[in-house]
Every structure is written in C-alpha cells, then in structure tokens.
C-alpha cells in the first residue's frame, strides 16, 4: 500500500481502512482528499477525478446512499484524529484543521462556539476533510533557474495558484532545495508556517521534508512570524504561505528591505490581474517581487503556466518547466 | 498428644482467623480502591483543565495521585501512546476489563460508563463528565465504608468464633 495511506489508515474506523485499501493501487497512489460525513458516503478526490465509495473497492459516481459513513463511524474518527484529545486542540479547532502525522491535515467544520464575537472553537463536527500530503521531491527544480537574475542571485517570489494547485508543495520543495544548495551555496531558510500546512511541525518535529538549514516557527501569524525568524535565525531566504492581509504586505516589505529574500505564495489564477487584489496591489506596485510564478492543477499540481518578472514580462521560460 | 492436639488447635484458628481477615481486607481494600480512583480522576481533571494535556499525558500524570488505581491509568496511558487506531473508550474499557481490581460490578459500571465520554468533548464537558463519574464513585465508597464497618468486625468475630467451636469439638 501506498506509505501516504499508511499514515492516515489508523485514523479511519476499522471497516473502513479495508473498503478504501481495496482500492485500485494507481487510485489509491493518486488520492487527495477523503470527506467523511455522518450518515453519508465517503467521497475521495484524486488528482483529475473523484468518486464516492460504494464498497469495498468500488467506487461510484451516483450517491451510494446504501453505503454511508454512520454516525458512530464518524464518532470515532473524529477521537482518532484528536488523539481522543478533543479538548486540548481548542487551538487548532478554532483554525478549522487539525495536523496529522506525517503533514496530513484533516480539515473540520462544525458548530462554531463564540467568545466576544470570535470562534473559540468548534463543536458538534458535521464533516473531516482528510487532506493527503504527498511530498514531490524535486518538483520545483525545473523552475529553481528562472527564479535567478542576472547576477545569480535569488530573486524577491510569489507563487500564484488556485486551491489544490500545488502552491504549498512548490513552496516546500523549493525550501527544501534552496537549504540544500541548489543554487549552489546552502542558503538559510526561515520558514513561517502559519497553518502548519508546509512544515507540519508536530512535537517540534518537521513530518515533511523542509531541508537540512530550514527552521520553521508554526502557527505564528505571518506577519509576526516573519519579523521574529528575521531577529532570530538570521535567515538568507523567509518563505510564507498564503499571503493576503495587509500585516502580511507589510512584514514582507520589511524582510524585502532588510535585504531578506521573500519567497511567498497568494491565491489566484493564471492570468489574473493580482493589481486588482488590494493586499496585493501595493506590493506588486512597489515591485517588491521581481519573480511572479503562475502555477494549476492542468498536468497535475504544480503545473508552473507562466513566470513573469516585476513588469509582468513572461521570463524566458524552457520547455520542459511552462507546460 | 497434647502437644499434637495443641498445635493442631493453633492452626486451625490460625486459618480460620486468617480467613476472617482476608475476608475484612477485602473489603477495605474495595473502600481504599474507590477513595483512590476518586483521587486518580481528580488528578485526571486538573490535567486536562489547567494543564490543558493531551489524555495521554493527562494519563499518565494522574497515575501517581491514584494510589493503588495507578495501574489502570498507567495502562490507559501506555495504550493511548502507542494509539495504533483505537479510541479512548476502546483502551479504557479494555484497561477495565484487564485490571485485577476487587471492585465490584456496579463500581466498574460507573468507570466503563466513563469510557465512551472520554477526550471526546470540550474541556467544559470533560470535567463535568470526570466529576459526575467522581460523585458516583464517591457514593459508591461511602456505601462500601458502611458496609465494611459492619461486616469487617463480623468476619473477624467470626473467624475466632468459628475457629474457637473447632477446637473444642475435635479436643
């Protein structure tokens, strides 16, 4: 079986580990997501499909309402995945995910519990999204020589792709490159990971490869996160997932200043005007990316479509990276 | 031969007594059990409330305040550590039924009525779920003090008793 799967099997209900295992190897290998709901089918994406479980083995692209996750079933999964721990993950409740070994994540929705008008946790789940992390090693080295200027050095990035497009394994990947001297000298990383997504620290260790000189400060605010790996780990390069607040504009504006490269990921899509996107416009005025990178899901995650430089001129892009 | 019969008297009422008071000691030690598990599930909620552990953990640091409950927490918490896709209420009732306690059926009714609950809810639920089992447990004692008040003097008049007719009929 699939080593993915084998992280995520003890967090599923004894029947089911085997009706998903039966699973043809080549589906199973492709898996993204299972979505589990009480009294409900299963459903499990893959990379170009998705299906719900019809039994053991099967899938089906009608709703099997024959075969549904109970409610019990769902009982279980939940205190599997919380370690039987419900309490203690307020925290990671309220952000709306929990992290499984192995970087996996299951996303939850639920009853949100209010405290002053914030969601201090959730609680009665009504849904688990378990979200498979596969590492692909090596992924972003095809695009490693466009984010190079003249002069060799790093360039100031952002990474731009829809949900599922791969934007989180890029940014990982290149972490893990850069660390590992790609670009010919190791290059310090400073990674702030805020929802724990691309280093999935668990214990304070990393269950996905980041690299030999990455240090990561988890579910810190980006923002926040930035400026203490910047005062504390003297980093060479600080990576960030996700950015879109204005705090988070503004701490990369700061490392950017502080002559820190800024490697960071925004949701979008190819082809988008990102100017029109207000945490974004005053970055992309200040031209404090010199290298934006365009990726979708078209060939598979991490499809890099175009790269362009601050003046949104297409860099000179080798086949075998732009599909 | 009266030496024989002198040494034959002495054991008997050595056994009978004997009797007697394991008899005695087993219900006191039913009395010490539940006073102790009361304390171990004390301990449980600190753990969880204010040290905000994980149940494993929370496991493990109530054992020591469970005096002779200790390993049923410990056990729970080796389980819990090792995970292996069992859920809290699985391990605990498994620990349950594993654990040579001397309590008795309705005690360990109200300890396996725990399982289902456990880790499963927020901190709130879970020390009301933990002091209501505590409460139960309480009541329990305070019905097995009694009972032991009365029947641990009885077993031991008893045991002398009985040991004393023995003698003197095989005298």
Redesign the interface.
């Given at each position: 079986m699939d080593e993915t799967y084998k992280q995520i099997m003890p967090y599923l209900p004894g029947a089911w580990r085997q009706y998903i295992s039966d699973l043809p190897p080549a589906l199973l290998a492709e898996t993204e997501e299972i979505r589990l709901r009480p009294e409900h089918p299963v459903l499990l994406r893959f990379h170009h499909q998705e299906g719900w479980l019809s039994g053991m083995g099967r899938l089906s692209q009608d709703l099997p309402m024959n075969f549904c996750f109970s409610g019990e079933d769902f009982r279980k999964t939940v205190l599997l995945i919380t370690d039987s721990s419900y309490y203690a993950l307020a925290e990671e409740l309220r952000r709306g995910y929990v992290t499984l070994p192995g970087g996996h994540r299951a996303g939850v929705t639920g009853r949100a519990v209010l405290e002053k008008g914030q969601v201090r946790t959730l609680k009665d789940l009504s849904a688990v999204n378990i979200r498979l992390a596969r590492h692909i090693p090596g992924l972003a080295r095809p695009l490693l020589p466009l984010l190079v200027d003249r002069r060799g050095e790093l360039c100031q990035t952002l990474l731009v792709a829809p949900p599922r497009a791969g934007k989180t394994t890029m940014l990982r990947d290149l972490a893990c490159l850069l660390s590992s001297g790609a670009l010919g000298q190791p290059l310090c990383c400073g990674i702030a990971d805020e929802r724990s997504e691309l280093a999935a620290l668990r214990l304070g260790i990393a269950q996905l490869p980041v690299g030999p000189r990455s240090y990561v400060l988890d579910g810190c605010p980006k923002a926040e996160g930035l400026m203490m790996l910047l005062r504390s780990m003297g980093p060479q390069v600080l990576l960030c997932d996700e950015i879109g607040r204005a705090e988070d504009v503004a701490a990369i504006a700061e490392a950017a200043h502080a002559g820190v490269k800024v490697i960071a990921t925004a949701h979008g899509a190819p082809g988008e005007d990102l100017a029109r996107r207000p945490a974004l416009r005053q970055l992309l005025a200040d031209k404090a990316f010199t290298r934006i990178v365009f990726l979708s899901r078209r060939l598979g995650p991490g499809t890099v479509e175009t790269v362009v430089d601050e003046e949104m001129r297409p860099v000179d892009c080798p086949r075998n990276v732009c599909a | 031969m009266s030496v024989l019969k002198l040494v034959g008297g002495l054991l008997i009422m050595a056994a009978t007594i004997g009797i007697g008071k394991l008899a005695a000691a087993r219900l006191q030690n039913r009395c010490r059990m539940l006073f102790d598990l009361q304390q171990g599930l004390l301990s449980l909620a600190s753990q969880?409330g204010y040290a905000?552990?994980?149940?494993?953990r929370?496991m493990s640091g109530a054992a020591p305040a469970a005096g002779s409950a200790a390993p049923l927490f410990l056990a729970a918490a080796g389980a819990?550590n090792e995970?292996?896709?069992r859920?809290?209420?699985d391990?605990w009732q498994d620990c349950l039924s594993d654990w040579q306690s001397g309590l008795r059926d309705k005690d360990i009714q109200i300890l396996r009525a725990l399982g289902p609950q456990?880790?499963?809810?927020?901190?709130e639920?879970?020390l009301q779920i933990l002091e209501l089992t505590r409460l139960a447990l309480a009541g329990q004692e305070k019905e097995a003090l009694h009972y032991a008040g009365n029947f641990c003097r009885v077993w031991r008049c008893l045991s002398w008793g009985c040991g004393l007719v023995m003698v003197l009929l095989l005298l």
């Open positions: - | 969880i905000d552990l994980p149940l494993s929370a819990l995970g292996q896709g859920t809290a209420g391990i456990l880790g499963l809810t927020g901190r639920e879970q």
